[in-house]
């Protein structure tokens, strides 16, 4: 149901307007003061001086893709395709290849002579990270694809995409996996000839 | 035709299939791994195991929980049957479906995966394997064994194609089979027993017979890849179009298997014909693929003065009708490596519309071939050409070899010549004589006929247009287009249409089924395969 509300009556000091004016000064000469010559901890400011500073994200933001490397430096990717096929934006290219003879993964495992990530595309669903069975590919860098002014720097190529470290400022991942051609391999060490 | 019930299904059979042969022949799957409708019975994979109704049961003895009595009570179970040895008798009734057949599987299936490494994401095999088609349809559950798998050798050389990981082998014993039965070389076997149980090569001896890629095809999971296309593509990005083999006069059926993004073929497999290869095809067969992509023509050529250079497409077309149209005395040279839709419109403007008389066949010798070539009992045809039948035939009759043709141009009978495809039995030296005079040669591929030529004008491999080719035995068999010809270019008998124009000659042909329609009945018969 409406009902009136009384308006509250005006003073000669409203009326003359000089008083509040003065008040809504000292908020601003405060703030001004508060924001540029006083402690760091007390101002309040809505923006920042970026990119000297830069907000924390929040815990869940994903952040640009990386591949993360074994002990010995080579990435953890098989080349097995199980991102590209999962990715809805194709933005993957892969090119797999076999190790060196001389390389003691040779005739186990598969590397990516060639991996691509074009961030355009991107859509930065994760759906890469899921597919992934040797978590390989990540996003937990918490940082952003950088700005540029060519497209050419968005096309990140595999020694791009390994030299960004993780949140923990590592290039591994703790989730440790026995692979063939690993000294920790079991299987290495059985009598192979025939 | 006596019938059986599967599943409620009425199944027609004849007298000796067994249980998943005739329910295959019907295009019903009893879940399998170590049967193959080309090799003999082993039944150790024991996933086919099914329950027969009609007949009396075999009673198992076994110990059952009884709810009420909380105690286990002594009962007895029907004992299951392998369907692949199981021979099928009229009326028997069969469940590969119900509640014990489905335990049974689940158990198999969980039992072989016990100490399989699922190595899935670097296995070639990935999304072509038994033991993932399976996992999913009747299993669909966690290893419940948490102890580390047995170990056993990975990455072993079995010879100059095939790779051997014991981890990932089930022990199915078909390749062996394949070895000693379809090639009776007894070049594989088994050695130790149960988890230690893996596939060994015969002392002193390599994997290197002439069907050794077989090997891997018929092996239902990952432990025989092959050198050639290991590590190279994954089967989901593949498509699959049916081809004819182009390595000899067999003419085996093939699946050839491209990706459709970079229009690239990257294996042949065996295509099941009955009256064919059965479900076989030779090593040599499987790698001519290798020919789509290397060695390729890919612009026109033309011979300036004793230099041959590099012209557009269009260029190298008006080259020869200019060679063709001066012509008076032409040379048509067929070819038993091109379909006989190409050779039938080389005749149609060699002989109709430019008057040729003197007809010449190329065809690759068995010397001529990389490597040598040599036939045998079980696929192997001594002729390497896949339709020398089909050229001849559409041609009218016998025709003579180049090196007759080599002969004629010595004694002067030749002033042009019309020559399809690159292959020949002879090399570029005993076909010299033929850059004597000007000669028009469509080819696709580097070879010696491209070599004396005086314009080469690039045309499609058999890849990349369908065709038929006539086999050895008098069969015509159609295959498909797989992937596209590169940069314009286009099929023979369309070039040769094209050219035609060109010299003002029409041939009246816009389809392929329209030169089908026009080519003898004998060379354009459908194929029986799909």
Redesign the interface.
């Known amino acids: 149901m409406a009902y009136a509300i009384k308006k509250p009556g005006r003073t000669v000091a409203d009326q003359s307007y000089v008083v509040e004016a003065v008040k809504g000064l000292g908020v601003t000469f405060k703030r001004f003061f508060q924001n540029t010559i006083g402690p760091a901890e007390n101002r309040k400011t809505a923006t920042i001086r970026y990119p000297e500073e830069t907000r924390e994200y929040p815990e869940r933001f994903r952040g640009v893709h990386r591949l993360t490397h074994r002990v010995d430096g080579s990435p953890r990717c098989v080349a097995c395709l199980c991102c590209s096929t999962a990715c809805p934006a194709q933005c993957i290219y892969i090119e797999p290849a076999e190790y060196e003879a001389d390389d003691p993964r040779h005739g186990y495992e598969r590397y990516p002579r060639v991996f691509v990530i074009d961030e355009l595309r991107c859509i930065f669903c994760g759906f890469c990270v899921e597919a992934c069975p040797c978590d390989a590919i990540r996003m937990d860098t918490g940082t952003h694809v950088p700005a540029s002014w060519k497209r050419e720097h968005f096309i990140f190529d595999k020694e791009t995409l390994m030299s960004i470290p993780g949140k923990d400022g590592t290039y591994v991942t703790a989730n440790p996996r026995h692979e063939p051609g690993d000294p920790t391999h079991p299987g290495l060490d059985r009598d192979k000839a025939h | 035709m006596p019938t059986f019930k599967l599943d409620g299904q009425e199944i027609p059979f004849e007298p000796g299939d067994t249980i998943i042969r005739a329910a295959w022949k019907k295009g019903v799957e009893i879940p399998h791994y170590c049967w193959h409708p080309g090799l003999s019975i082993a039944a150790n994979c024991r996933m086919c195991l099914v329950e027969i109704k009609s007949a009396r049961p075999m009673a198992l003895p076994i110990l059952a929980w009884d709810e009420k009595k909380k105690d286990y009570v002594e009962t007895t179970k029907n004992k299951l049957q392998p369907a692949c040895q199981m021979e099928v008798t009229e009326g028997m009734e069969v469940v590969s479906k119900g509640a014990a057949v489905e335990k049974a599987q689940a158990s198999v299936q969980e039992f072989l995966l016990l100490n399989h490494p699922v190595?899935?994401?670097?296995c070639d095999q990935?999304g072509e394997c038994k033991l993932q088609d399976y996992w999913l349809a009747h299993q669909k559950k966690l290893k419940r064994k948490d102890t580390?798998p047995v170990?056993?050798?990975?990455?072993?050389?079995f010879g100059p194609t095939i790779?051997y990981d014991a981890?990932r082998c089930i022990m199915c014993t078909r390749c062996i089979r394949f070895c000693d039965e379809v090639v009776g070389d007894h070049v594989l076997d088994m050695r130790e027993r149960g988890n230690k149980n893996e596939i060994?090569?015969s002392p002193g001896r390599e994997l290197d017979h002439a069907y050794t890629l077989m090997t891997e095809h018929v092996c239902p999971v990952g432990a025989l890849t092959s050198k050639d296309f290991?590590?190279?593509a994954?089967v989901?990005?593949l498509r699959s179009a049916p081809g004819v083999c182009n390595g000899c006069a067999t003419g085996c059926n093939t699946w050839v298997d491209y990706d459709p993004r970079y229009q690239r073929v990257y294996r042949l497999r065996p295509r099941d014909n009955e009256e064919v290869n059965k479900f076989w095809m030779c090593d040599a067969g499987m790698m001519t693929y290798k020919r789509f992509h290397e060695d390729r023509i890919l612009t026109g050529r033309v011979r300036q003065e004793g230099r041959v250079v590099e012209v557009p497409r269009d260029v190298s077309i008006e080259a020869a009708s200019k060679v063709l149209e001066k012509s008076q005395r032409l040379a048509v040279v067929f070819s038993a490596q091109h379909t006989n839709e190409d050779n039938f419109v080389l005749g149609k403007l060699g002989r109709e519309h430019l008057g040729g008389t003197a007809l010449y066949l190329a065809a690759l010798s068995p010397e001529s071939v990389p490597g040598g070539w040599k036939g045998d009992a079980i696929l192997r045809h001594p002729d390497p050409n896949p339709n020398r039948a089909g050229a001849t035939a559409v041609a009218g009759g016998e025709l003579r070899s180049t090196a007759d043709l080599a002969a004629d141009i010595a004694a002067g009978k030749i002033d042009a010549i019309l020559s399809l495809g690159w292959a020949a039995g002879e090399s570029v030296e005993q076909l010299a004589n033929l850059a004597n005079v000007p000669h028009v040669n469509l080819s696709s591929n580097i070879g010696p006929l491209t070599q004396v030529a005086t314009v080469v004008v690039p045309v499609a491999t058999t890849a990349e247009a369908s065709g038929t080719f006539v086999n050895a035995k008098g069969m015509a068999q159609q295959f498909q287009r797989a992937v596209n010809a590169p940069l314009g270019i286009k099929s023979a008998w369309e070039t040769l249409i094209e050219i035609g124009k060109r010299v003002g000659r029409e041939i009246a042909f816009a389809k392929l089924p329209e030169v089908r329609a026009a080519m003898p009945a004998t060379t354009s018969a459908v194929a029986a395969a799909s």
């Open positions: 190595d899935c994401p670097i990935a580390e170990h056993k050798p990975k990455a072993v050389r790779v981890e060994c090569v290991r590590f190279k994954r989901w990005f």
